[in-house]
């Protein structure tokens, strides 16, 4: 079935820096990729998506990109404020011959922003 | 538009002892997806359901079971609690069974078996 790998599993920035954040997944099929956001005690909100027919998505001071040949995909977080210090994960979701999970999660990376 | 609501928040239980979770799913929402959050393994699948009929099974032990109501609001039930069941368990509700449907979490019900 589809397997994601996600990394760093830890990350700093200083504030103001840019924050990249790398994830990889093993079916070829697979066609969504969305991006949680998961501040403490609360579960993980969705900031973005990019379908598998789109190399590259932006919203403000977050882009995610897709490279469908290499099979991963990207967060790119611009500007890091200390609000955006959260725990992220990336998700692939397989095609139907591949397993019966909906989506399968990277295992996350803790981002800190220090001001 | 209320998001997605999970009652209990918290729950502390003894190994042995049975759990219902529940969750109430964003208004006009029909399928609902639970996941299993630990430290260690990340997030991994429950079940989804739609329509009041399970629709997809992660691998888990079949003291883990859940249900659908027809108002789309959902339960889940662990039966003979062990310490491994020590999680935040997630729900997550979407508005169709569409393979590509953004899927929208609450803020989880931590159990905490002892």
């Known amino acids: 079935g589809e397997n994601v790998e996600q990394h760093p599993s830890t990350l700093s920035v200083q504030e103001g820096d840019s924050a990249v954040i790398k994830c990889t997944y093993s079916?070829?099929?697979?066609?969504?990729f969305p991006w949680y956001k998961q501040e403490l005690g609360k579960g993980p909100q969705l900031i973005i998506d990019?379908?598998?027919?789109?190399g590259e998505k932006k919203d403000q001071r977050i882009a995610v990109t897709l490279n469908k040949t290499a099979k991963h995909f990207s967060l790119h977080i611009t500007e890091t404020q200390p609000e955006d210090s959260a725990v992220y994960f990336c998700?692939?979701?397989?095609?139907?011959?591949?397993?019966?999970?909906?989506?399968?999660f990277g295992k996350g990376t803790r981002l800190s922003v220090i001001a | 538009k209320a998001g997605v609501t999970q009652t209990p928040r918290y729950l502390i239980k003894t190994r042995g002892q049975q759990v219902t979770l529940s969750c109430s799913p964003i208004?006009?929402?029909?399928?609902v997806s639970w996941y299993q959050q630990t430290p260690g393994q990340g997030l991994q699948f429950l079940f989804e359901?739609?329509?009041?009929?399970?629709?997809n099974k992660g691998n888990f032990p079949g003291r883990f079971s859940g249900r659908q109501f027809s108002n789309s609001r959902s339960e889940m039930n662990v039966s003979t609690l062990e310490l491994g069941d020590s999680a935040l368990y997630l729900c997550?509700?979407?508005?169709?069974?569409?393979?590509?449907?953004?899927?929208?979490f609450g803020n989880g019900t931590r159990l905490t078996v002892t």
């Open positions: 997550a509700s979407s508005l169709d069974r569409g393979r590509i449907t953004p899927l929208h």
């Open positions: 079916d070829s099929a697979s066609n969504y």
């Open positions: 990019i379908r598998s027919n789109v």
């Open positions: 998700a692939a979701l397989p095609s139907r011959n591949s397993g019966n999970t909906p989506l399968v």
């Open positions: 208004s006009g929402h029909r399928s």
């Open positions: 359901y739609f329509s009041e009929t399970q629709r």
